[in-house]
Nanobody, 125 residues
Framework: QVQLLESGGGLVQAGDSLRLSCAAS????????HGWFRQASGKEREFVAGITWSGRTTYYADSVKGRFTISRDNAKNTVYLQMNSLRPGDTATYFC??????????????????WGQGTQVTVSS
């Protein structure tokens, strides 16, 4: 059983930054690709960013490209999402997820096997 625990959310103003963390329980952390998704009230859960198990390759939604950075520290079993230049449109619950290392389409939420409970990010204008 894999457990993912997100932290770092909060209420900020437009233009501010936040760093989300996702701590994983599994010893085989580096066997998984990881992704961040978000879900705004009344909307579908959408892909934000993904990173391969090695950390060599990252993927971003167009809406966050250039503002968000995903990274991982396999020694700490942790994935991060650095969010800069936040906008009110970034307001959502952010979820961390893990997919098998051989997953090809990182942006497809149905490829992810494990999910965290989410952390709320609210950006005021």
């Amino acid at each position: 059983q894999v457990q993912l625990l997100e932290s770092g959310g909060g209420l900020v103003q437009a233009g501010d930054s936040l760093r989300l963390s996702c701590a994983a329980s599994q010893r085989s952390f580096s066997n998984y690709n990881h992704g961040w998704f978000r879900q705004a009230s009344g909307k579908e859960r959408e892909f934000v960013a993904g990173i391969t198990w090695s950390g060599r390759t990252t993927y971003y939604a167009d809406s966050v490209k250039g503002r968000f950075t995903i990274s991982r520290d396999n020694a700490k079993n942790t994935v991060y999402l650095q969010m800069n230049s936040l906008r009110p449109g970034d307001t959502a619950t952010y979820f961390c997820a893990a997919a098998p290392a051989d997953t090809v389409v990182i942006s497809n939420r149905y490829n992810y096997k494990y999910w965290g409970q989410g952390t709320q990010v609210t950006v005021s204008s």
